[in-house]
């Protein structure tokens, strides 16, 4: 059977990122698996528009691509998110697929990053094994949020940052909870006023530079409003080794 392999992600309109992370991670999946043709499908509307308007590229609806795919002779296929937790951009996926499962012999569903315990784990040492703090520093990352039931990750993800040692680690979401609020209470209880802030997002993209450290309103102004000395890292999670690899496994995983 001709197989094939969709690359599923939220997407973003910024280039810069979108090189550094989501365009790597397709290429790193089509170098390990050379038997499988990659494509690409976005599941923000939004953001399809606005790069078709801007001229600057067309991506496929995940309908599109499975389309596409069946037009292309594929039979065989997985489908792989690069979404960080099992929320809403994740079911609806989902439900794409479901009703187009007739296009093909076989379809299989890689899981979303932060799927198990081990999952937690693997992102958390991945991400800090590469990322510098000075020892009176705290880390603060900024996660999307949701109001589906998958946000409890966002609290998981802090609980086993702390089980794992990293106790100078927080974690807020701009939409949910825990929100800058609860970040900042537990910041005035650690005593220390210098904060990194870092997305804990796959690119970073608008979310990370105007509501994390943006001029007006962001995490970062009313961080420094309240007297702390704030450091931005403007680097999104598929800019690290470990996570990418993550989402390699989890292809595999799907074929075992």
């Not at 037009?71 to 794409?96: L, S």
């Not at 590469?130 to 109001?147: A, K, S, Y």
């Not at 309103?217 to 409003?225: A, H, I, N, P, T």
């Amino acid at each position: 059977m001709k197989k094939g392999i969709l690359v599923v992600s939220f997407g973003t309109s910024h280039l810069d990122t979108m090189e550094k992370t989501i365009d790597v991670i397709e290429r790193e999946i089509a170098e390990k698996f050379v038997d499988c043709r990659v494509y690409r499908a976005f599941t923000s509307r939004m953001i399809i528009r606005k790069l078709k308007r801007t001229g600057v590229m067309e991506v496929d609806t995940v309908k599109e691509a499975v389309k596409r795919m069946a037009a292309d002779g594929i039979e065989d296929v997985i489908v792989q998110p690069t979404h960080i937790i099992n929320g809403i951009e994740n079911d609806r996926m989902m439900e794409d697929l479901m009703e187009n499962m007739s296009l093909f012999k076989r379809i299989r569903v890689g899981k979303p990053l932060l799927s198990s315990v081990d999952d937690y784990k693997k992102s958390i040492h991945a991400v800090m094994s590469e990322t510098e703090l000075d020892e009176d520093e705290m880390l603060v990352f900024m996660g999307h949020g949701t109001d589906h039931h998958a946000n409890s990750a966002y609290p998981t993800l802090e609980y086993t940052f702390h089980a794992l040692g990293y106790n100078q680690v927080l974690v807020g979401t701009v939409e949910s909870f825990p929100e800058l609020k609860n970040v900042m209470a537990k910041l005035e209880i650690a005593e220390k006023k210098k904060v990194a802030l870092m997305p804990f997002m796959l690119v970073a993209g608008d979310h990370a530079k105007n509501d994390m450290a943006g001029e007006d309103d962001s995490w970062k102004s009313q961080l420094e409003d309240e007297g702390y000395d704030v450091r931005i890292i403007m680097k999104g999670l598929g800019e690290f080794d470990g996570i990418r690899r993550i989402f390699l496994d989890h292809i595999e995983e799907t074929m075992e």
